[in-house]
């Protein structure tokens, strides 16, 4: 990934393989270049599978949590660990999240449209609005 932000060729003698990572590129590109780094060395997962199986992990002890603090940090692991997932599939996250942004938000539009006849969709109950949501995806999936 060519990124000027992620370049060790302007320091000479980098303490760790991370240093140099400008804490100003947006956290899914440092998220990347970490990945890509530690790759580089063998600290990786073999397959897309076994970064799957983390995610996983990272996803039920979400869940477990109760703290703010503990939820915050697992939160981090399990982006993080996505992030990883989708280096190693070569899909760009922040393409991917751009692309379901455009998705939800026809969607919704959608949603909009077909409570409109029962009053907008601050009128309506959780249980319509999933209907209209599910009507909404299969007219865009």
Known sequence: MPNDSFSDEQHANPKSLLDHISDDAPVIDQAREIGRRCAEVGFEWATAAEVMK?????????????????????????LFSLIQWARKQEIDPREALRLQMIRFKSRFKNVERLAEPFGGVAACSLEQLESFWQESKRIQP
């Open 54 to 78: 983390k995610v996983e992990e990272e996803l039920r002890e979400l869940q477990s949590e109760t703290s703010r603090e503990r939820q915050t940090a697992e939160l981090g692991d399990l």
